[in-house]
């Protein structure tokens, strides 16, 4: 899996950097950003899985890999803006200074507008598929990424800080802030693949169990890894007193959690047989991850 994982990322990044804006192009201050924070290490998981459910599909990674790049500009984007001193105020991302400590927070903010608004340019060099017109493609990234899934959850996020909250909204923060773009990752990929109306479904449910998880995950690896281990800041989140898994239900409850999770992703993907192997792969890769 990590051979895979790491032939895949080199794929993706290859796309990436052809796509993208060079630095020479004016003004350069703005491209040499938005590369910085595209180029920090990421691990490119959302892309990897939307090239992972187009080949369960039986479609190729040539037609999806635009949409896998988009979601990955659209990730960026976030996480630029999730680290701003207004939002979650980290130094840290991917091991390395975060965009406004680089940049200033100014540009940091237009890197991340870029980022966002790039990754529907991107979404274009599709030419859409019999199931799918590229009204739908775009609709698709929208939604994940808009008031009603991933800024509402980072939304929530901020307005629950310090409070009591319960385990309910606690699933409502996560299962919009990270699991939504990423079930919305494997959907545009099985898309690219002109996927029956049967398959994506079952990806559907397996990205929004594996994306909860992932973000279960996370949460336990805040408050048991390191910050070298982690890459960006360990026990922030305790420090914030935001809302996590841990802090609203307790360490072995989370694990409890992330291990159903887990399990139902792997039913949902039952009926794709053989097929795929490689996303079962990366759902237990995930579960059994340490940073």
Same mark, same amino acid.
């Given at each position: 899996?990590?051979?895979?994982?790491?032939?895949?990322?080199?794929?993706?990044?290859?796309?990436?950097?052809?796509?993208?804006?060079?630095?020479?192009?004016?003004?350069?201050?703005?491209?040499?950003?938005?590369?910085?924070?595209?180029?920090?290490?990421?691990? /490119?998981?959302?892309?990897?899985?939307?090239?992972?459910? =187009?080949?369960?599909? !039986?479609?190729?990674?040539?037609?999806?890999?635009?949409?896998?790049? #988009?979601?990955?500009?659209?990730?960026?984007? *976030?996480?630029?803006?999730?680290?701003?001193?207004?939002?979650?105020?980290?130094?840290?991302? /991917?091991?390395?200074?975060?965009?406004?400590?680089?940049?200033?927070?100014?540009?940091?903010?237009? =890197?991340?507008?870029?980022?966002?608004?790039?990754?529907?340019?991107?979404?274009?060099?599709?030419?859409?598929?019999?199931?799918?017109?590229?009204?739908?493609?775009?609709?698709?990234?929208?939604?994940?990424?808009? *008031?009603?899934?991933?800024?509402?959850?980072?939304?929530?996020?901020?307005? *629950?800080?310090?409070?009591?909250?319960?385990?309910?909204?606690?699933?409502?923060?996560?299962?919009?802030?990270?699991?939504?773009?990423? /079930?919305?990752?494997?959907?545009?990929?099985?898309?690219?693949?002109? #996927?029956?109306?049967?398959?994506?479904?079952?990806?559907?449910?397996?990205?929004?169990?594996? !994306?909860?998880?992932?973000?279960?995950?996370?949460?336990?690896?805040?408050?048991?890894?390191?910050?070298?281990?982690?890459?960006?800041?360990?026990?922030?989140?305790? #420090?914030?007193?935001?809302?996590?898994?841990?802090?609203?239900?307790?360490?072995?409850? *989370?694990?409890?959690?992330?291990?159903?999770?887990?399990?139902?992703?792997?039913?949902?993907?039952?009926?794709?047989?053989?097929?795929?192997?490689?996303?079962?792969?990366?759902?237990?890769?995930?579960?059994?991850?340490?940073?």
């Amino acid at each position: 899996m990590k051979e895979y994982l790491a032939a895949r990322q080199k794929l993706v990044d290859e796309a990436l950097d052809r796509l993208l804006p060079k630095v020479t192009l004016k003004p350069k201050t703005i491209h040499k950003a938005m590369r910085y924070s595209i180029f920090a290490g990421g691990k /490119r998981l959302r892309p990897i899985l939307s090239l992972a459910a =187009a080949e369960c599909c !039986g479609g190729s990674v040539e037609a999806a890999m635009p949409l896998a790049c #988009a979601v990955e500009c659209v990730h960026t984007y *976030s996480l630029i803006h999730d680290d701003l001193p207004c939002m979650d105020d980290d130094d840290f991302r /991917r091991g390395v200074p975060t965009s406004h400590k680089v940049f200033g927070e100014g540009i940091a903010v237009l =890197a991340g507008d870029a980022l966002l608004t790039f990754a529907f340019e991107l979404l274009t060099l599709a030419q859409g598929w019999p199931r799918y017109p590229i009204r739908e493609i775009v609709q698709e990234l929208a939604v994940a990424a808009g *008031s009603r899934h991933l800024v509402a959850g980072q939304v929530v996020d901020l307005e *629950s800080e310090g409070k009591k909250i319960s385990q309910s909204l606690l699933n409502f923060i996560h299962e919009s802030k990270t699991a939504a773009l990423l /079930r919305s990752s494997i959907r545009l990929g099985a898309m690219s693949a002109n #996927a029956t109306p049967a398959q994506l479904r079952n990806l559907s449910d397996f990205g929004r169990s594996l !994306g909860l998880a992932f973000q279960v995950i996370d949460d336990i690896l805040d408050v048991t890894q390191t910050t070298e281990k982690l890459g960006k800041s360990a026990g922030k989140d305790i #420090a914030a007193e935001k809302a996590t898994f841990p802090a609203v239900v307790g360490l072995e409850k *989370s694990r409890k959690i992330a291990q159903k999770l887990t399990k139902e992703a792997r039913e949902a993907l039952r009926p794709f047989g053989k097929r795929a192997e490689l996303l079962l792969g990366m759902a237990d890769y995930l579960l059994e991850r340490d940073y």
